[in-house]
């Protein structure tokens, strides 16, 4: 687990050094900058087995750079604005999350009319990445709350968006993403998330 840490924070620095030395030309008028940041917000959907559904909000900060005109790298850090309380679908049993955040460093594929003769401020991508998560639980058991614990994951995501550009600097973009767990979750199976995200990106 602390080797993904490690090699999830190295793609941030990587990406901020990238930023500050990256002066290259884009593929067209509409992507002449390739280094950018980025702030949202999103609605992850959290699935643990035996455990309702639950939705909650968060925000998501980005850096990335372009790698080539189909290809960009990414940096993500995202934290829940609240606790989290995911309730047992038969039992009087919840789960409470507190200090929730997730790091992740992904590689986005994307098309943005490469090759045509006129720039496109529509774009689609499809992200492929791994991600690393840091929790608080408590369990509460008919009202009665059980010792906090720290608990970690980690596993591989992927999912699908849809960007428009505004000008050269700024981008709207839309993103679905599918995180999966690849550790057990209090003993109570996988834990699956879904998430929805709207983000505000500069290029510069």
Do not use: C
Not at 139 to 145: K, L, Q, R, T
């Amino acid at each position: 687990m602390k080797w993904m840490k490690t090699w999830s924070w190295l793609i941030g620095l990587g990406l901020l050094s990238g930023a500050q030395a990256s002066d290259r030309a884009g593929y067209f008028g509409l992507m002449d900058a390739d280094t950018y940041v980025g702030l949202g917000v999103a609605q992850q959907t959290i699935k643990v087995k035996d455990f309702k559904d639950t939705k909650v909000p968060g925000l998501v900060l980005t850096v990335g750079t372009q790698v080539s005109s189909w290809v960009d790298a990414e940096f993500r850090v995202s934290t829940n604005q609240k606790q989290i309380d995911i309730k047992h679908a038969d039992f009087n049993v919840e789960m409470q999350f507190d200090e929730f955040y997730d790091v992740s460093g992904l590689f986005k594929f994307k098309w943005q009319g490469q090759g045509s003769a006129q720039p496109q401020p529509l774009g689609l991508h499809a992200t492929l990445g791994y991600n690393f998560s840091q929790y608080k639980t408590r369990e509460v058991n008919a009202g009665v709350a059980q010792d906090v614990n720290k608990q970690t994951q980690d596993g591989f995501m992927y999912g699908v968006g849809a960007s428009f550009k505004l000008n050269p600097s700024h981008t709207v973009e839309l993103n679905y993403l599918s995180l999966q767990s690849r550790d057990s979750f209090d003993n109570t199976g996988q834990m699956k998330r879904d998430s929805i995200g709207l983000s505000w990106l500069y290029y510069y």
